[in-house]
C-alpha cells in the first residue's frame, strides 16, 4: 500500500519538467539549438521537442546551428523525423553546419546562412576521427549518400550537392557548371550557397542577420519565437532507456515486496524511485509525454480503490493493471502526435522486448522470493519485527492453494502486522494473509473472520 501511495507522489513530480520547458502554444516559432557535436543525446532532444511543437500545432521549427559534425547514425534519425512531421523546419546556419550538420540542413525545408559561416564536408570518419579503411568507406559512402540524395531532392535541393559533400573521388556539375572538382571535399562560404545555379540557389535561400530575421523572411510572427534549450540530462537518459528492462524490474520487485511485507518501507522506495527514473529518462529521451504518466497513476488508483474500498472487485483492479501496463509499454514507443499511430513491428519491438524481459524476470523473482525469502532470518525479522505482537513464535504462513478453505467465517484470531487493510493474522493454528473491508488495524488487534471469498480471507476487528 504504501509503496502505490509513493509511487503516486514520486510520479507526481515529473509535472514540473513540462513546466521547465518554456510555455509553447499553437503558432509558436521553436528554435531549437544545434551545437557541439551531433550525438544521441542531441537527437533526444531534439525528438522531445518536435513532439512538444506537434502536440500544440506549432507553425515551424527553426535549427540554430552551430557544428562541427557528429555520428552519422544519429545524423540518420534527426533527418528521418524531420522528413515525417507535418512541422515544416529551416536551418539556420549560425556559424558551422559541418558534416553531419550539412546533411541534417538538407532534411529541412530551407537553409539560411549567416554572414559569415560555411557548410559542408560530410566525408565519413571514425569515431576517433580517422579514416575508415578503403572498402568499408566506399560502402558506406555509397549507401549514405544514395539515402542523403534522396533526402536533398525531396525538400528541393540539387542532390549533387550531396556527393560534392560526402564523396573525394567525384566531380561536382550541376548543368555544365563545375560546382567541385574531384579529390576535394564540398565546402560552401554563405555568399556561395546563395549563388544562383540553374534558376534556383546553389543551396542556401538567404543570408539572415539572425534567427529573428530568418522568421520574418519566411513569413513568420516573430512575436511567436520560443526558444527550447537542452535539459542536460540526454546523456543519461539515453543510458535509463538502454536500462529499462532494469528498472521495471526494480519497481515491480519492490511493488512485491512492499505488499507482502507490510512495514518493510525499504521496497516501496526502491519501486518509487524505478519507476520515477523510467518515466523520467523516457520523457528527457522524447519517448513519452506526461499523458503516460498520468494514465499510469490512474490505473495506480485504480488498484488502490479496489484493494482499499471494494476488496474483491475483479474488474477494477483488472482495468487498473491494463492502465499500468499500457502506459509502460506505450511510454517505450516512439510515436509522434501529429502523425499516424504505426504500430509497426520495427516501431514496437523494443517496448515488447524491454516488457518481456521485465515480466520474465519479475516472475522468476518472485518465485525465488516466495520460496527463499521468509527462511532468510534478517528479512523474516524486517517483515515481522516492527508490527509483530511480543509472544510465542510464530505459525508458518499458509500459503498453499486452498489455504483459505481451511478458515471459516465467525472464527477468531489476532493481527500480527498493520492490517492496511492487507497483512497477516493468527486464526486458530495458522497464519494467513488476510484483508479488511477497508479498515486499518493496528498489530495486536483482535480479529474476527467476516467472509471467506475464493483465496481471500476478509477480516474485522472483533466485537467484544
Known amino acids: 500500500m504504501k509503496s502505490l501511495l509513493l509511487i503516486f507522489v514520486c510520479l507526481a513530480q515529473l509535472l514540473p519538467l513540462r513546466a521547465a520547458e518554456k510555455s509553447i502554444s499553437t503558432g509558436s516559432v521553436l528554435v531549437l539549438p544545434v551545437k557541439g557535436a551531433v550525438s544521441e543525446a ?100 555509397s549507401y549514405y549518400s544514395g539515402y542523403f540524395r534522396s533526402v536533398a531532392q525531396k525538400n528541393g535541393y540539387h542532390p549533387e550537392l550531396v556527393d560534392g559533400f560526402m564523396n573525394l573521388d567525384k566531380e561536382v556539375k550541376i548543368g555544365d557548371e563545375v560546382i567541385n572538382p ?83 518501507g525499504v521496497a516501496g522506495i526502491l519501486s518509487a524511485v524505478c519507476f520515477l527514473i523510467f518515466f523520467g529518462g523516457h520523457y528527457i529521451a522524447g519517448l513519452t509525454g506526461l499523458e503516460m504518466v498520468a494514465l499510469f497513476v490512474m490505473g495506480l488508483l485504480c488498484i488502490l480503490i479496489e484493494v482499499i474500498f471494494f476488496p474483491g472487485v475483479f474488474f477494477l483492479a483488472l482495468g487498473g493493471a491494463l492502465m499500468v501496463l499500457a502506459a509502460l509499454f506505450f511510454s517505450m514507443a516512439d510515436l509522434y502526435p501529429a502523425q499516424p499511430i504505426n504500430f509497426s513491428f520495427e516501431r514496437l519491438q523494443i517496448p515488447m522486448w524491454n516488457l518481456s ?5 519479475s516472475a522468476v523473482g518472485v518465485a525465488l522470493l516466495a520460496r527463499f525469502l521468509p527462511s532468510i532470518p534478517v528479512f523474516r525479522s524486517l517483515f515481522l519485527s516492527s508490527s509483530s505482537p511480543a509472544g510465542p513464535s510464530l505459525s508458518p504462513v499458509v500459503t498453499e492453494l486452498g489455504a483459505a478453505a481451511k478458515v471459516s467465517a465467525g472464527e477468531a484470531g489476532v493481527a500480527l502486522s498493520i492490517l492496511r487493510p492487507s497483512g497477516r493474522a493468527q486464526i486458530s493454528e495458522g497464519v494467513f494473509d488476510v484483508m479488511t473491508n477497508g479498515e486499518f488495524l493496528e498489530a495486536g488487534t483482535k480479529i474476527q473472520v467476516l467472509a471467506v471469498n475464493g483465496q481471500n480471507i476478509i477480516v474485522g476487528r472483533q466485537v467484544s
Open 42 to 141: 542531441q537527437f533526444f532532444f531534439l525528438r522531445r521537442a518536435l513532439k512538444n511543437a506537434e502536440a500544440v500545432a506549432a507553425s515551424a521549427v527553426v535549427l540554430d546551428m552551430d557544428t562541427p559534425g557528429g555520428d552519422l547514425k544519429a545524423t540518420e534519425k534527426i533527418v528521418q523525423m524531420f522528413s515525417k512531421s507535418p512541422i515544416p523546419a529551416y536551418t539556420y546556419v549560425n556559424a558551422n553546419a559541418g558534416s553531419a550538420g550539412a546533411l541534417i540542413a538538407l532534411g529541412t525545408k530551407k537553409v539560411f546562412m549567416a554572414p559569415v559561416s560555411a557548410i559542408g564536408a560530410a566525408a565519413p570518419v571514425a569515431g576517433s576521427g580517422q579514416e575508415i579503411p578503403e572498402t568499408m568507406n566506399a560502402k558506406i559512402v
Open 182 to 264: 574531384k579529390g576535394a571535399l564540398l565546402t560552401l562560404s554563405a555568399q556561395e550557397a546563395v549563388r544562383d545555379i540553374g534558376g534556383k540557389p546553389l543551396l542556401a535561400s538567404g543570408i539572415e542577420a539572425d534567427v529573428a530575421s530568418l522568421v520574418k523572411t519566411c513569413g513568420l510572427s516573430v512575436d511567436r519565437i520560443v526558444r527550447l534549450e537542452p535539459s542536460g540530462f540526454e546523456n543519461l537518459a539515453q543510458w535509463i532507456t538502454t536500462l529499462a528492462p532494469l528498472f521495471l524490474l526494480g519497481g515491480i520487485m519492490g511493488a512485491y515486496l512492499e505488499f507482502k511485507a507490510p512495514g518493510f
Open 357 to 361: 524481459i521485465a515480466f520474465v524476470a
